[in-house]
């Protein structure tokens, strides 16, 4: 199978593990870029057609699980391979070992950690009984733990499916033989309480590290687990909590009315048992206790089964009721022979009652079924009606007698009856987080629909501005809400313009032009520029840059003067104007002209002006060989040598 690819999607990566009934790869899922673990039958299960048939539906019912306890089943196929059909279920790959595996490897489980997995595989029951479903193959080996200690139980589908198939596999047997239930062991009605002794064993081997029963062969365990009582666990290990024994051994009842009636009151004892500790969860160990009684059956041949002797008795008796006997007997074949001779066509039917093989009505409206049925002289009851995210309202979604069955005329089917999706009220997402959707909208039972990034000046990137359905609407469980996320303000890039050689009224033009803001000011003589032309800019022309950039700009002030070296000159302090444009976040800027003559640093301006854009002039003056540092806020933003003349 290395290499195969499955449905023009899966591709076999590696085999990473072997059952009684299949075996398991690791795969990829080309459309979904993912791994999954896709579950392969063994081929004496292929060629039983009625496994199959069961094997399809009841994998495909297990497929609308969905519970993080559960691994979820993607997909169910057939492919046909070098003329060789292959039966496939596609579902989520678990990175982890089985529980059996953590049994192994630790010995026994802590209670803590047995009271956990419990927990945890009990919710994933009562979700799957919930929906109808019965397991019926709970075992350590059918329970992933995932690396974060997540429990997950596998194997719904396909464990109901092989309990109705008529195909004998010993080395499926002899997997889970030790966790049977006695009706299973029995060949007889399994139910949801039939789970429960299962995780009771379960539960036992966690706390104590071995399994209740063992024997020579599959036969003496099933035998035992009919006809003897489980050792207390406390017999075993006096550390296990009183509480979880009594939980474990009404878990493990003979009689399945001993046991809990359902998933959910397990666990309520396993949540009081984890976050009341110490507390007695179960006070009355005396039904726990009683042993299993195995009544014989009656027979003339045996004498003792009553107190007394019987021999005796009928010996006594016989003389007494001989009469009577034959007088009775005379009697009832008289009513008897008469009743034949007047009636026997009147009242064949009752003696001679048609049987009816029961069809398969998953799936079917309950009013075509009833019709069908009564074609076949059966009946339909409906006795539930449930939501159902797979079915319409008034669709079948399961059937208590199991289609195939031969059943006698007039028997009554009882079915339970989809009433459509269940209605959700749509929570407001409205303002969160695209990120932290995904967790709200599954707990509400909707699905994430398009997702559509809109450009907002308002609303900052990755925040929900809008939804379909609207907050707060009721709307069928399962349903796809649509969102409208920000994606921030919209990013224009523009062509930085080559402004050098221009006016610098027609440089700032430009700027505006292409939405771009004027930025620096500074104004230097330039013997190549004229004055009032642009000379420098602080980003080359053709750069790709954001619109609303502030580019600075070098105004020419025309060739610089030569001066002819003169001492009365350079000691002269000559005044000169220079040009600035204050730029600040607040309102007034604090602009600053330190100037460095002679050696020594003097503060020849300071001053606050308005920080709005506008140019202002500041008058200095020093000797020509003086240097000027300009500051604005404390912050140095340029230094300039005095122009000279």
Known sequence: ???????????????????????????????????????????EFVNDEEFIKKFRRES?????????????????????????????IVMEYIKGNTLKDVIKEKRKLSVEETIDYSIQIAEALEHAHKNHIVHRDIKPHNIMITEDGRAKVTDFGIARAASFSTVTNTSTIVGSVHYFSPEQARGRYTDEKSDIYSLGIVMYEMITGKV???????????????????????????SIPESLQNIILKCVKKNQSDRYSSANQLLYDLRKLKYLKGTMVIDD????????????????DIEDDAPGNEKKDKKRNNKDGGLKVVFLAILLAFILVSSLAL?????????????????DLVGTHKDEAEGELEKLGLKLSVVDEVYSDEYDAGIIVSQRTEPETKVKEGFTIEVVVSKGRQLVKVPNLVNRSIDKIRSILKEAGLKEGAVDFQYSDTVPANIIMKQ?????????????????????????????????????????????????????????????????????????????????????????????????????????????????????????????????QDGKKQTVHKDEHEANGKEIIIQLSGKISSTFELYQDGVLKKEFKHPGK
């Open 60 to 88: 495909q019912a297990a497929a609308s699980l969905s519970h993080p306890n559960i691994v979820s089943i993607y997909d169910v196929g057939m492919e046909k391979i070098d003329d060789h059909d292959v039966y496939y």
């Open 468 to 596: 379909d359905p609207e907050p707060f609407t009721e709307v069928e469980s399962g349903t796809k809400v649509n969102l409208i996320v920000s994606q921030g303000p919209e990013i224009k890039l523009v062509r930085m313009p080559n402004l050098v050689g221009l006016s610098e009224q027609a440089a700032k033009n430009a700027l505006i032009a292409n939405e771009l803001v004027v930025g620096e000011i500074v104004r230097e003589a330039n013997d190549n520029y004229k004055a009032g032309v642009v000379f420098w800019q602080s980003i080359e022309p053709g750069n790709q840059i954001e619109t609303n950039t502030a580019i600075d700009l070098y105004i020419s002030t025309g060739p610089k003067e030569e001066t002819k070296p003169k001492d009365s000159d350079e000691d002269k302090e000559i005044s000169f104007k220079i040009s600035v444009v204050p730029e600040s976040e607040n309102k007034q800027v604090e602009i600053r002209v330190d100037r460095i």
């Open 343 to 359: 009636g026997f066509f009147k009242f064949r039917d009752y003696f001679i009652a048609k049987e009816v093989i029961v069809p």
């Open 212 to 238: 209740p029963f063992e024997g020579d062969s599959p036969i003496s365990v099933a035998l035992k687990h009919i006809q003897e009582e489980v050792v207390p666990p406390m017999e075993i290990d006096r």
């Open 285 to 300: 160990t005396s039904s726990v206790d009683e042993p299993t009684r195995i009544i014989p059956r009656i027979d003339n």
């Open 1 to 43: 199978m290395l290499g195969k690819v499955l449905g023009n999607r899966y591709e076999i990566i590696e085999k990473i593990g072997e059952g009684g009934m299949a075996l398991v790869y690791k795969a990829k899922c080309k459309l979904l870029n993912r791994y999954v673990a896709i579950k392969v039958l063994k081929d």
